[in-house]
């Protein structure tokens, strides 16, 4: 895939076949039988691959590498789509701009369920799998906020950072009497924090960041279960890089919008291949934008700020460099780079 540029099965099986003198008819079947279900495929003693048993296995190869001593993690989670093909619900770790799946489903596009119950199954997926010591983020947008999924993180000892719609209701710890969210943000340039009970219906005892910055179109309302002395509302712009990586999975990398696969089942296990090339290429581009000047990333905690530390911005994604530095390793004959995470210490990322 990474030397395909795709992760179509014809642009593989030509590239493998092309590598290692086979058929490329017989390659492709290979990588199409991959994907599909036991009872697909001929032959008594065929297996299928169990998705959902790899999710793990990638967090823990992700943890490996992690730099040492470096105790803190985002994850973001969100929904794409394929067209009117396919909804895919994804939790990702976010990094220097770009995010790596870790686990996922994908509906039918004319066939989604009700997400809760499979939220909670992924989410449970990783229980005690990180370290107790760790700081680790899970941010997503105010479309995915329910208080369940906010009690279901910190049940495993992370930590929620979800945003909210202003057309609520909270009142403070203590008090009785309710207030609209609206009130809290109601010019550019307002901020605010502390602890409330968010909503008269499903109450919910958190911290509430509130900032409005200019050129924002809406306040960002943030709940988490952090003290307002340690949360820092910059540290949601980290979400965004979930988009990125829905960009990489599709015209911006792996082209999966080119798809033909009609399956969701089948689609889920060719998440998996690009899930491991985007683990690699993201960790070889890490090891690459670490070595750069400077990081164009902002300082966390900060209060959003508009400006970038480097001289210039970063001109290519951590994904893009891998794969230019993969390739290049290649055409100088030079070992494959597996790379690293780097993690700078001046910023949560």
């Known amino acids: 895939m990474v030397m395909a540029r795709s992760c179509g099965q014809s642009s593989v099986a030509h590239m493998i076949a092309s590598l290692i003198g086979q058929k490329e008819n017989n390659v492709r079947q290979r990588l199409r039988e991959w994907c599909w279900d036991q009872q697909d495929k001929a032959g008594k003693k065929r297996t299928e691959v169990d998705v959902a048993s790899c999710f793990v296995l990638l967090l823990r190869w992700i943890l490996q590498g992690w730099e040492e001593n ?119 340039g307002s901020h605010w924090s502390g602890e409330v009970v968010c909503f008269k219906t499903h109450p919910l005892p958190c911290t509430l960041l509130v900032h409005w910055e200019e050129g924002y179109a809406d306040p960002w309302l943030i709940l988490t279960d952090f003290q307002p002395h340690q949360a820092k509302i910059a540290w949601y712009s980290l979400r965004a890089w979930i988009e990125c990586g829905f960009k990489s999975t599709k015209r911006a990398g792996w082209q999966w919008q080119n798809t033909r696969m009609t399956d969701p089942h089948r689609a889920e296990r060719h998440w998996l291949a690009m899930a491991v090339a985007t683990l690699w290429v993201v960790r070889v581009g890490g090891d690459v934008d670490a070595d750069l000047p400077a990081s164009s990333l902002e300082p966390l905690p900060a209060p959003l700020p508009r400006t970038s530390l480097r001289s210039q911005p970063r001109l290519l994604s951590c994904f893009r460099l891998g794969l230019l530095t993969i390739l290049a390793a290649l055409l100088n004959h030079q070992p494959l780079p597996l790379g690293s995470f780097h993690i700078n210490h001046d910023y949560f990322y």
């Open 70 to 188: 470096e105790r803190r993690i985002a994850l973001a989670m969100d929904a794409t789509t394929l067209g009117d093909r396919y909804v895919v619900l994804a939790i990702s770790v976010v990094y220097r701009g770009c995010a790596i799946p870790i686990a996922w489903k994908v509906y039918p596009f004319a066939q989604q369920t009700a997400w809760k119950a499979e939220w909670l199954r992924l989410f449970a997926l990783f229980a005690g799998v990180i370290p107790t010591d760790w700081t680790v983020l899970v941010l997503a947008d105010r479309g995915l906020y329910a208080d369940w999924l906010f009690r279901a993180i910190t049940d495993l000892h992370w930590h929620p950072f979800l945003r909210i719609n202003a057309n609520g209701k909270y009142r403070m710890a203590g008090s009785s009497q309710f207030f609209p969210l609206s009130n809290l943000a109601g010019a550019i």
